[in-house]
């Protein structure tokens, strides 16, 4: 059994053991970037292994305004408003804003 795998810190990948032990021709970039991820992880560095969160499994929930009831509250209030004169702009006739009191 002349190929073996092994882990080694050069991040060589699986090496063929018929060669000499001196540097790999080419250095696995994924797995070296696979063990940075890793090694932040384990020392604090980064909050998390990007390498070790699952894939997300929902689609997105789609936003309707009409089932909101914040949004719904925000136009209901503009509805009152604008039903009751509070939003009529202000012009030479009517130079103040509208007020809540009795007059």
């Known amino acids: 059994m002349a190929r073996d795998d092994l882990t080694t810190e050069a ?3 699986s090496r063929d053991r018929r060669f000499h032990g001196g540097s790999p021709a080419h250095l696995d970039d994924d797995e070296l970037a696979r063990r940075t991820d890793a090694e932040r992880a384990d020392t604090g560095a ?3 292994d990007p390498n070790e969160v699952p894939p997300a499994t929902d ?12 949004e719904q509250d ?3 209030v503009a509805a009152r408003q604008e039903a009751e004169g509070e939003t009529t702009p202000l012009t030479p006739d009517n130079p103040f804003p509208p007020t809540r009191y009795a007059e």
């Not at 689609?59 to 914040?70: C, G, I, Q």
């Open 11 to 13: 991040a060589e990948g």
């Open 46 to 48: 980064a909050d998390y």
């Open 59 to 70: 689609d997105p929930v789609p936003f309707d305004p009409a089932y909101d009831s914040v």
């Open 74 to 76: 925000i136009e209901s």
